[in-house]
């Protein structure tokens, strides 16, 4: 791995990642077919990822019954037998393609049952979550070229004439775009960071130059004369030296300090649950001192997402300053989204947002949360909470609890596992906000 790469307990530098071992704290960080699992319960993710592709195969074989039974109804027509017959083909190949991947990412054997730790973000989706994105990144050949080469060309002109050797891309999903800028800035290190197991086997095998095949279900399958169409998924050519995958969390991602010249955040903050200004401290820390931020994308916003961490693009501009950032240049366009060869797609209205890391470390986020295992000072929550969250687990900061261990008693207390730790991480920002 080209940066270096960082614990997500303890902050140590992993600094000979391949062995898959913290030096410091001794935690361990699985390879899945060569890309690092860098989360702070990379055994218990791991599992999860691997009942994402068991759910996804259960599914696949009650897809295919369902079909079978159809097909014994003889008053079916024989166009409706052909499609649905095309069907099962598509369900049965991409489930072969899904499990040989599955195999590549070490996942067909489960590590049982030793005790989880309260969960990072990583691996409770759904395996197909976001699947359309491979067809558009990987199989559409040249009719996706435009989409891609506007995507590309876009962020290309917020980073400038900026020095961008060194370029983190969060949320990059299937991976298009970042091998695009890695190839077109001739980057010495693109690192590529998302938390779906599936678009991130299929852009490592992407950037190796392997092909696969796999089929895309029409979204309105069940009525389109394109209910699944069988494609070859392929990179235009193996990705250049340089180009890496990592599965981490994107909001805090575990690379040093200052590693990165631009940091790209594609079609990425809208997505996420937390709000922008937890967000940005992550990505303040990670870049170099000169380093530009560029933001790409809609703000389209998660169902249920707190309404008032909906911003808009006006307020994503008058927050980046209160955040560290001097915005230096915004662009709103509407492009080609999803346009596929078949017909369907969108045209969706986006923001280019290129802005400068503005010195100071306050701006940054603490070790204590690059290492949720970190005690977390007693003058982090020296000052009077804003909310009644933040109020209660500055209330639990003693100067020897960790993040996770206060994220560990709140899940005892009856908040929901999975949302613990965000909330706890959520609630400590904004006390550091506040100092
Ligand atoms: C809307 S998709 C965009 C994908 C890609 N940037 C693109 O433009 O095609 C959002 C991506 O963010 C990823 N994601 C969501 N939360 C994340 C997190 N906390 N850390 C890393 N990736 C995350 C999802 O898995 C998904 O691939």
Aim: hydrophobic share 45%; proline share 7%.
């Amino acid at each position: 791995m080209a940066c270096a790469l960082t614990c997500p307990r303890c902050a140590a530098v992993l600094e000979r990642v391949e062995t898959s071992r913290c030096p410091a704290c001794d935690a361990r960080y699985p390879h899945l077919d060569g890309v690092p699992c860098v989360l702070h319960d990379a055994a218990a993710a791991v599992d999860r990822f691997a009942r994402a592709y068991d759910g996804f195969a259960g599914d696949s074989r009650a897809q295919l019954d369902a079909i079978a039974a159809a097909l014994e109804d003889p008053t079916a027509l024989t166009s409706t037998r052909a499609r649905l017959a095309a069907f099962a083909d598509g369900v049965r190949e991409t489930a072969a393609s899904i499990a040989t991947l599955r195999g590549r990412f070490g996942l067909d054997r489960r590590r049982g049952d030793a005790p989880e730790p309260v969960p990072s973000v990583a691996g409770h989706a759904a395996l197909l979550d976001d699947y359309e994105y491979l067809f558009r990144d990987w199989g559409w050949g040249a009719h996706a070229e435009a989409e891609h080469a506007r995507a590309r060309d876009l962020v290309l002109t917020a980073i400038g004439d900026r020095a961008a050797s060194r370029v983190l891309v969060l949320g990059a999903g299937a991976g298009r775009l970042a091998y695009d800028l890695h190839r077109a800035l001739g980057a010495s290190s693109t690192l590529a960071v998302d938390i779906n197991p599936l678009l991130v086997a299929v852009a490592r095998r992407m950037f190796a130059g392997d092909a696969l095949t796999l089929a895309e279900f029409a979204p309105n399958h069940l009525a389109s004369p394109h209910a699944v169409v069988r494609r070859s998924l392929h990179a235009p050519a193996a990705a250049p030296p340089g180009l890496e995958l990592l599965l981490a969390d994107g909001t805090r991602p575990p690379v040093a300090p200052g590693s990165f010249d631009v940091v790209v955040t594609p079609w990425f903050v809208d997505r996420l649950d937390r709000d922008l200004r937890w967000v940005l401290p992550g990505i303040h820390t990670t870049l170099a001192p000169d380093g530009r931020w560029v933001c790409f994308g809609p703000l389209l916003h998660a169902r249920g997402k707190a309404l008032a961490s909906c911003h808009t693009a006006d307020e994503v501009i008058e927050l980046a300053p209160t955040c560290g950032f001097a915005v230096t240049s915004e662009h709103r366009e509407v492009i080609p989204y999803m346009d596929a060869p078949e017909g369907s797609g969108r045209r969706e209205p986006v923001m280019v947002l290129a802005a400068d890391r503005v010195p100071g470390e306050r701006w940054d986020l603490p070790t204590w949360l690059r290492g949720v295992e970190i005690p977390v000072p007693r003058t982090a929550a020296t000052t009077r909470a804003c909310g009644p969250v933040a109020a209660a687990i500055g209330a639990l900061v003693d100067g020897r609890r960790s993040a996770l261990a206060t994220a560990t008693l709140l899940a005892s207390r009856g908040v929901p596992r999975r949302v613990a730790l965000d909330a706890t991480i959520e609630g400590l920002m904004a006390l550091q906000a506040q100092r």
